[in-house]
C-alpha cells in the first residue's frame, strides 16, 4: 500500500512556471527524505532535488539551481516541486522518491538501486 503518484505536469512556454505535486499514500511524508528525478527524451535518468528531513538541508543539481524549489505540506502528505523559468532543457518526465536520509536515496540511485518508479509526470517546455 506504500505508494508516490505524480502530478501536476503539463505544457508550459519557456520562462513558464509549473507545481508538481508527490502524493505519498501508506506511509507519513514528514519522516523521510524526498527526492525528485527526471528523464529527457534520449537521456539517462537524473537526480534534480532531494529535501532531507535530518537537517532540513536541500540539494538541487546545478541546472536547476535558482529555478527550482521544494516544498511539503506534512498535513496533505504531498510534496512538491515549484519549477521557475522553465526551459526547454527541462522536458523530462519527472518522478519522486523516498527514503530516510537523501544520502541513503541518492546512493541507491546512482548504484541503480532504485527498480521501482511510478508512471511520473511529463513536463513539455516549448514555444
Known amino acids: 500500500q506504500v505508494q508516490l503518484v505524480e502530478s501536476g505536469g503539463g505544457l508550459a512556454q519557456p520562462g513558464g512556471s509549473l507545481r508538481l505535486s508527490c502524493a505519498a499514500t501508506?506511509?507519513?511524508?514528514?519522516?523521510?527524505?524526498i527526492g525528485w528525478f527526471r528523464q529527457a527524451p534520449g537521456k539517462e535518468r537524473e537526480a534534480v532535488s532531494c529535501?532531507?528531513?535530518?537537517?532540513?538541508?536541500?540539494y538541487y543539481t546545478d541546472s536547476v539551481k535558482g529555478r527550482f524549489t521544494m516544498s511539503r505540506d506534512n498535513a496533505k502528505n504531498t510534496a512538491y516541486l515549484q519549477m521557475n523559468s522553465l526551459k526547454p532543457e527541462d522536458t523530462a518526465v519527472y518522478y519522486c522518491?523516498?527514503?530516510?536520509?537523501?544520502?541513503?536515496?541518492?546512493?541507491?540511485?546512482?548504484?541503480?538501486?532504485?527498480?521501482?518508479w511510478g508512471k511520473g509526470t511529463l513536463v513539455t517546455v516549448s514555444s
Open positions: 501508506g506511509f507519513a511524508l514528514d519522516y523521510y527524505a
Open positions: 522518491a523516498t527514503d530516510r536520509a537523501c544520502g541513503l536515496l541518492l546512493h541507491k540511485f546512482y548504484n541503480n538501486g532504485l527498480n521501482s
Open positions: 529535501r532531507s528531513v535530518t537537517d532540513g538541508t536541500t
